[in-house]
């Protein structure tokens, strides 16, 4: 079954610093990716997502991400980051021959302080 | 427009009670999903429905979970004989087709077994 490892359990950053979180996922077929955050009290909401084309993909916020398909990786960065980022983020996959639902790491929480 | 809604948002029950948490997907949205959200866990997929098509029931923990969605629209999941261990944040998220496209979150229900 596939997998994905988010490495960065808890990351504090000051404001104003450069944010980049990992995520690796096992499976070598044709994936979806994407980036997931949940505000304090809030919901899930998409970050941004990768279907195909460019490697290098812009999000809300401020946010990209970068699939590196050798290296099964689709690292977040953010090159400053705001007090307003505090949240926890999610990386998640869908398998695209391996049925419809996401599978998501365990997550980082990302603390910035101002 | 209105996105995804749970409810209830909060549920106390007695290990051993049965219990139903609804979800009222986007309008539209062929394609609905339930994962829980627990401390131990991270985020896990449960159900898929899609259309008219059986659902994947793949990730259920156990035959005391199942879940229906009528009308190809609204969706029960109904948890009996609950157990302390399925205490947890049920999220329901819906989608305009299945096959990897970016899926919207609810609110959640939290689900506490005593």
């Known amino acids: 079954a596939q997998s994905v490892s988010q490495h960065n359990h808890h990351v504090i950053l000051s404001e104003a610093a450069s944010l980049e979180l990992g995520c690796n996922y096992s499976?070598?077929?044709?994936?979806?990716l994407f980036w997931y955050v949940q505000y304090p009290g809030q919901h899930l909401q998409l970050l941004l997502k990768y279907f195909s084309g460019d490697p290098l993909v812009k999000g809300i916020k401020g946010f990209e991400a970068e699939f590196i398909k050798s290296k099964f990786s689709f690292n977040l960065r953010k090159p400053s980051v705001q007090w307003s980022d505090t949240a926890e983020y999610f990386c998640?996959?869908?398998?695209?021959?391996?049925?419809?639902?996401?599978?998501f790491g365990g997550g980082t929480r990302l603390m910035v302080k101002p | 427009g209105a996105g995804v809604s749970q409810s209830p948002s909060n549920k106390v029950t007695e290990k051993g009670k049965d219990v139903e948490l609804r979800c009222d997907p986007i309008s539209g949205h062929t394609a609905l999903y339930w994962y829980r959200q627990s401390l131990g866990q991270g985020l896990e997929f449960l159900i898929y429905?899609?259309?008219?098509?059986?659902?994947?029931k793949s990730g259920l923990p156990s035959d005391r979970f199942s879940a229906e969605r009528t009308g190809g629209s609204v969706s029960t999941l109904t948890i009996q004989r609950t157990q302390q261990e399925d205490s947890a944040v049920y999220l329901c998220a819906s989608s305009f087709r299945g096959g990897g496209y970016e899926q919207y979150f609810g609110p959640g229900t939290r689900l506490t077994v005593t």
């Open positions: 998640a996959v869908n398998v695209m021959d391996a049925g419809n639902m996401l599978t």
């Open positions: 429905f899609q259309g008219n098509s059986a659902p994947d």
């Open positions: 499976y070598g077929g044709t994936v979806n």
